[in-house]
């Protein structure tokens, strides 16, 4: 199993910025593939970005730019740098870890945290 817990989700104003983390741990050589989700209430989760064990970076159109996400084999953590955020971007954040290399919906991901809450105030 592994464990996966997030942090630094919190309330900011439109234009500001946060970074999320999310610690593993437990059986972390099972995984290849980390990514970051968010879901509003009563809204499918949404694919923010993803970074597998080579450090390619993936990111949709609606973040592109705005977000990094980076990543420490040592530490097993992965984080999520969160600029110049909109009202839009408001959600619970959610980290997830995957054995596959391209791991494409959520259902290829084995492992979630309980997330962490990103409210941004316009």
């Known amino acids: 199993q592994v464990q996966l817990v997030e942090s630094g989700g919190g309330l900011v104003q439109t234009g500001g910025s946060l970074r999320l983390s999310c610690a593993a741990s437990?059986?972390?050589?099972?995984?290849?593939?980390m990514a970051w989700y968010r879901q509003v209430s009563g809204q499918g989760r949404e694919f923010v970005a993803r970074?597998?064990?080579?450090?390619?970076?993936y990111y949709p159109n609606s973040v592109k730019g705005r977000f990094t996400i980076s990543r420490d084999n040592v530490k097993n953590t992965v984080y999520l740098e969160t600029d110049s955020l909109k009202p839009e971007d408001t959600a619970t954040y959610y980290c997830?870890?995957?054995?596959?290399?391209?791991?494409?919906?959520?259902?290829?991901?084995?492992?979630w945290g309980q997330g962490t809450q990103v409210t941004v105030s316009s």
């Open positions: 997830a870890a995957s054995p596959f290399i391209d791991p494409q919906t959520v259902d290829d991901y084995d492992f």
């Open positions: 437990g059986s972390v050589s099972r995984i290849d593939a």
């Open positions: 970074i597998d064990r080579k450090n390619y970076a």
